[in-house]
């Protein structure tokens, strides 16, 4: 049967960089707070490009780096929890920017898994037969939802986006997936709330517009739930931890990260990080880091790595791909 590989991963992150000691200016935090808490030391934010503006330049850069016609991709889905609209899906602004006159459109909202889950389903439409060629893109705007005074929050995230054209192959590529959700613990990450408010019905309480999290307990999850839905994946496949190059993971926080390695009893060397430069970017974080170990020439053609996702929904996910 046929393969879905990834054929190339590109990034594109707004210029501005913001530091941990610049963004005390403006908030009640420090470098030392920021930086011993997640690893996190800066972050790129937009100084106005949206979501989808963002996309697009992932998009144009996969597209001519493979010499792809844009009427040649028949699939776009991005994953996003930052979308520009509620409607259009920022997928479809992608399609219409780039001239994907051929591809249908969608998002997926899957936060921090966003890129795990949208991979997966174009998966399948490329298993399938009935798509040649994809463009997944995870991305985010986060800025825009955070609560700038609430530094909780806003200290932790960053904006973003990457993403990877995707074509049939006849080894390696994605191998095998574990997705998972907990929606019982579903308000413990929300954002962009919308309560009901129409000509009959009065809205009850304000929306609470911004991102909001139950710190400790996203903590808490993560280092459960990652160990054993990576644990389950290598198992389910016969595949050693040996056997793996490198684990990327969502980039949330490097303590996460820390207990996460020491529970599965691999070196956390093998986790590769990039957070420390983009803050957490949710659906952007794992394309970003694959993106940069590819620049980096750090995945060669046979290897085996596995990207795991987890965050808002709440939701899982890892996937088991050969390079
Ligand atoms: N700067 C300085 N102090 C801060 C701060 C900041 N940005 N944010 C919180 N604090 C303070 C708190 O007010 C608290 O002070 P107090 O003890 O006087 O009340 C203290 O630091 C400890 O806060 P606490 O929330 O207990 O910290 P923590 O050790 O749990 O770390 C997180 C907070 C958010 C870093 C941690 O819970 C975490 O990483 N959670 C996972 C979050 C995540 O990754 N989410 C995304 C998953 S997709």
Not at 300 to 312: A, C, L, N, R
Request: proline fraction near 3%.
């Amino acid at each position: 049967m046929t393969n879905t590989g990834i054929v190339a991963i590109d990034c594109y992150a707004p210029q501005r960089v913001v530091t941990n000691d610049e963004l005390s200016r403006f908030v009640d935090t420090n470098d030392e707070w920021i930086y011993s808490r997640t690893g996190i030391k800066k972050r790129h934010l937009s100084m106005g490009e949206n979501t989808s503006d963002i996309c697009v330049e992932v998009a144009k850069r996969l597209i001519e780096k493979t010499g792809t016609k844009p009427e040649e991709i028949d699939l776009i889905v991005v994953g996003t929890i930052s979308p520009d609209y509620a409607t259009p899906s920022t997928a479809c602004l992608v399609q219409g920017a780039i001239g994907a006159l051929n591809a249908f459109a969608f998002d997926v909202s899957a936060a921090c898994s966003g890129f795990v889950y949208s991979l997966s389903v174009a998966d399948k439409f490329i298993k399938s037969g009935q798509c040649k060629k994809a463009i997944v893109i995870g991305a985010e705007v986060l800025s825009k939802i955070m609560d700038w005074k609430d530094r909780t929050t806003c200290v932790l995230f960053g904006d973003g986006a990457a993403g990877a054209l995707l074509a049939p192959c006849e080894n390696g590529g994605i191998l095998a997936e574990s997705l998972g959700a907990k929606g019982e613990d579903a308000l413990k990450l929300t954002a962009s709330e919308r309560k009901v408010e129409n000509i009959f019905v009065e809205k009850d309480g304000e929306n609470s517009n911004y991102l909001q999290m139950d710190g400790r307990a996203i903590f808490n999850f993560s280092t459960k739930v990652v160990p054993e839905n990576v644990k389950g994946l290598m198992d389910k496949c016969g595949v050693s931890a040996d056997e793996i190059k490198y684990v990327i993971p969502h980039q949330a926080n490097s303590r996460i990260i820390d207990v996460v390695a020491r529970k599965l009893k691999m070196p956390v060397e093998k986790f590769y990080l990039n957070l420390s430069e983009y803050g957490n970017t949710s659906a952007a974080s794992i394309p970003l880091a694959l993106a940069e170990m590819d620049k980096k020439g750090l995945l060669e053609k046979g290897d085996k790595i596995i990207i795991v996702g987890f965050g808002g929904g709440l939701t899982w996910g890892s996937m088991l791909i050969q390079w």
